[in-house]
């Protein structure tokens, strides 16, 4: 370890992204009473880092934590979100969990399935860092726009 | 009352359907121990009728039961198989269900949303007649291989 990575914030230095502001949004949304206002978006969104070393020992046996499963759908809401910021199309979420910590998202906008994602280990749900966080994000936003480009008539079916 | 009425087994006639003869198998697939192998059709089928007045009487309030939870999961599968005997695509099954019984299931072939049904009241899931019941799931296929049609691309996506 060197003084460089003791120096270094839980999950390296915030970066800026329309993402990750949008994602703020959508947690600060359920906080009907203020009380993280106080608080800033690393804050809120701390949970979403999960560093090589905690995810080791994030045991996947039994089911997932609620907690986990309204983390996932808060990020797949913000992704939602900024897909129809960018394109125009409301795009809605879906799930399909097992048990087990397998399972499946889709965001559907009209009759197009614009993000579909096979998740396994749920229990670990996470990023390693900020910018992980913001380019897992950036990256199921444009490939969500690429598709409704690609199918524009069932996008808006 | 007619003598008429009197004499029509719940459900009325048995119909020639495809879709009821998948939904059959479906529900077979299920009986590992060939339990219903002396069993009709109608007789493992039964509870898919709900005729009038059996449906005055199912209370709507509380979780639905989880029995009326998996008719709706065989009805969509049974829809789902149907769908990639006629078309070819094979279509896969999601639902998103609250606590009140409402919901929504969608089939999804590759990019494309096939089915997309809003369901209320599922506690009361079913049909009054063997007829409706057929009619009802013909419908939803047709219905699948047009939008098929419509968006080949989206659908092989």
Redesign the interface.
């Known amino acids: 370890m060197t003084p460089d990575t003791l120096n270094t914030p839980r999950g390296g230095e915030m970066v800026e992204s329309d993402f990750l502001k949008q994602l703020a949004a959508v947690i600060r949304a359920e906080d009907s009473y203020g009380q993280w206002d106080g608080k800033t978006d690393a804050d809120i969104m701390a949970e979403f880092i999960v560093t090589k070393e905690e995810r080791r020992e994030i045991p996947i046996i039994g089911d997932p934590d609620p907690d986990v499963m309204w983390r996932v759908s808060k990020f797949y809401d913000a992704i939602g979100l900024m897909i129809e910021k960018r394109t125009g199309c409301m795009a809605s979420q ?3 969990m097992s048990h087990e910590g397998f399972g ?1 998202v ?1 965001l ?1 906008a ?5 993000v ?1 994602k096979h998740l396994r280990d749920i229990h670990r749900f996470g990023f390693e860092s900020w910018e992980k966080l913001a380019e897992g994000g950036e990256k199921l936003i444009a490939s969500a726009a690429e ?1 409704i480009d ?2 524009p ?2 996008a808006r ?1």
């Open positions: 879906m799930q399909k499946r889709v559907i009209g009759k197009l399935v614009v579909s598709t690609a199918h008539a069932a079916g």
